[in-house]
Antibody, heavy 121, light 109 residues
Framework: EVQLVESGGGLVQPGGSLRLSCAASRFTFSSYAMSWVRQAPGKGLEWVSGISASGGTTYYADSVKGRFTISRDNSKNTLYLQMNSLRAEDTALYYC??????????????WGQGTLVTVSS | QSALTQPASVSGSPGQSITISCTGT?????????VSWYQQHPGKAPKLMIY???DRPSGVSNRFSGSKSGNTASLTISGLQAEDEADYYCSSYTSSSTVFGTGTQVTVL
């Protein structure tokens, strides 16, 4: 069974930075697109970013474009999300999700349990 | 990138069928056959139920079906069961990203 384990969340001040990681196992990581999806407390899902299997294609939601960077290291089976200039509205549970194919915006058929990011002074 | 519009809640009795709508625009739902549906139980990660408008991943019950007409996609749950009580989210490609719906809480009466 696919395993995705997120880490790196925590409390950060507005304007600060965090780097989330997602360790993947039990599937061929380099063959699948990956995504980050977030969910603010008590709210709905918000797609954040997606990356193709090779890492050559990336997409971002308008709300994070220019502040967040998605990347992957296929040699380490790890997905990353570098988050800069954080705002209170970025507070959410951040999920790492595996795509159904190689293209960057494929639907997500496996999800981690999430890592909580809290932006507050 | 406005969220797709879903009804806040839908309810039905066990054994009944319910349908959840997901309304977008020609720039998302209407422009691509890439609509997905996710089920989320409280405190749990989402689960993919439908992709590419009407395809079901292996292991998902055939009681779940998807369709699309114009700018509106729909998820139908037939033979409603207690375990179907959850939040449901649609999602769609856009020209440069992906967008989720506002979410629908399904209650089994």
């Amino acid at each position: 069974e696919v395993q995705l384990v997120e880490s790196g969340g925590g409390l950060v001040q507005p304007g600060g930075s965090l780097r989330l990681s997602c360790a993947a196992s039990r599937f061929t990581f380099s063959s699948y697109a990956m995504s980050w999806v977030r969910q603010a407390p008590g709210k709905g899902l918000e797609w954040v970013s997606g990356i193709s299997a090779s890492g050559g294609t990336t997409y971002y939601a308008d709300s994070v474009k220019g502040r967040f960077t998605i990347s992957r290291d296929n040699s380490k089976n790890t997905l990353y999300l570098q988050m800069n200039s954080l705002r209170a509205e970025d507070t959410a549970l951040y999920y790492c999700a595996k795509g159904t194919g190689t293209a960057a915006r494929k639907p997500s058929d496996s999800w981690g349990q999430g890592t909580l990011v809290t932006v507050s002074s | 990138q406005s969220a797709l519009t879903q009804p806040a809640s839908v309810s039905g009795s066990p054994g009944q069928s319910i349908t959840i709508s997901c309304t977008g625009t020609s720039s998302d739902v209407g422009g691509y056959n890439y609509v997905s549906w996710y089920q989320q139980h409280p405190g749990k990660a989402p689960k993919l139920m439908i992709y590419d408008v009407s395809d079901r991943p292996s292991g998902v019950s055939n009681r779940f079906s998807g369709s699309k007409s114009g700018n509106t996609a729909s998820l139908t749950i037939s033979g409603l069961q207690a375990e179907d009580e959850a939040d449901y989210y649609c999602s769609s490609y856009t020209s440069s990203s992906t967008v989720f719906g506002t979410g629908t809480q399904v209650t089994v009466l």
